[in-house]
């Protein structure tokens, strides 16, 4: 069975741009939640999906969004990029939620 | 203060060592999760327990809820389990249903030694 994986694994963008990340969970997985971590603040939550719906949302701003597609796939976006945007983002894929997490290997993100 | 605390902040051990890292909560929790993060970032997780006592190899985790404190140990530690050793927790206002939200410790450095 396929790992979770994160696409892309390495990404430098300019302040002011935006990005996408990707993430494919475990086939039958149908919640994704996404993680930053950074050497400052440690790992976060960001938010969660499940059945395409935000369940949860981390205390992070509104540049920061995502969303789930109909097969569990989900991406996330991050507007206007600030340096503190600079980070290791994580995205996990759980059966239902509350349940054993697997982790995809992330997506460094530096911002310049 | 964080919801999430783990002592020590960093550990050494020579191989073969009996090595325990502990967690305490300040929140309402529906599960903890032990986590371990390799040097690259991946992170593996290794235990989720509400209650009790898991064990997996050499590794085992407790947890004792009425003290909101989880342990983990590592028996006949080796250098492969050098790693940044995490502890997580679902708080429990989201238990009217199940969530991957987690509140994170800010994770125990092991280094083995040979």
């Known amino acids: 069975k396929a790992g979770v994986t994160q696409t892309p694994r390495y990404l430098i963008k300019t302040r002011g741009q935006q990005v996408t990340l990707s993430c494919s969970p475990i086939s039958g997985h149908r919640s994704v939640s996404w993680y930053q971590q950074t050497p400052g603040q440690g790992l976060q939550f960001l938010f969660e999906y499940f059945s395409e719906t935000q369940r949860n949302k981390g205390n992070f701003p509104g540049r920061f969004s995502g969303r789930q597609f109909s097969n569990s796939r989900s991406e996330m976006n991050v507007s206007t990029l600030e340096l503190g945007d600079s980070a290791l983002y994580l995205c996990?894929?759980?059966?239902?939620?509350?349940?054993?997490?697997?982790f995809g290997n992330g997506t460094r993100l530096t911002v310049t | 203060k964080n919801e999430v605390e783990q002592s020590p902040q960093n550990l050494t051990a020579q191989e073969g060592e009996f090595i325990t890292i502990n967690c305490s909560y300040s929140?309402?929790?529906?599960?903890l999760h032990w986590l371990q993060q390799h040097p690259g970032g991946g992170i593996v997780s290794l235990f989720m327990l509400s209650s009790g006592k898991k064990k997996h190899g050499r590794l085992i985790a407790t947890i004792n809820i009425q003290e909101k404190h989880s342990s983990l140990h590592i028996t006949a530690s080796h250098p492969r389990d050098s790693a940044v050793y995490i502890c997580a927790v679902n708080p429990s206002k989201f238990v009217s249903y199940n969530t991957d939200k987690l509140i994170f410790g800010t994770g125990t450095r092991l280094q083995v030694f040979p």
């Open positions: 996990a894929s759980s059966l239902a939620g509350r349940s054993p997490l697997h």
């Open positions: 929140v309402g929790i529906s599960a």
